[in-house]
């Protein structure tokens, strides 16, 4: 069974910091590359930052230097340090595999959690 959940989102004023949280299903976890996309409303998902199994990460120019992110094997997690937040980074964001999961011929998403920053 395919499981990604997302919390930890949440409004903040520009300059806060949030840690988003993702539960992964364990088979899944455990063989890939995991990401984190940001969706601002109507438009295509954006790759924010990658981790490998072997936590080697990369991240989106635009937010290097202000995130970070981790993962937690025994807790089958991946994690979104977000700090300087700035309202440029407002958007639902979700977890997933580079690349997407694919179900039934479809990509597979998460419901997502909203990151809101503003004053």
């Known amino acids: 069974q395919v499981q990604l959940v997302e919390s930890g989102g949440h409004l903040v004023p520009p300059g806060g910091s949030l840690r988003l949280s993702c539960i992964v299903s364990?088979?899944?976890?455990?063989?890939?590359?995991m990401a984190w996309y940001r969706q601002v409303s109507g438009e295509a998902r954006d790759l924010v930052a990658q981790i490998t199994t072997g936590s080697i990460t990369k991240y989106a120019d635009a937010v290097t230097g202000r995130f970070t992110t981790s993962r937690d094997r025994a807790k089958n997690s991946v994690f979104l340090q977000m700090n300087s937040l700035k309202t440029e980074d407002t958007g639902v964001y979700y977890c997933n595999t580079i690349p997407v999961m694919i179900t039934n011929s479809r990509a597979y998403w998460g419901h997502g959690t909203q990151v809101t920053v503003s004053s």
């Open positions: 364990e088979n899944i976890f455990r063989t890939n590359t």
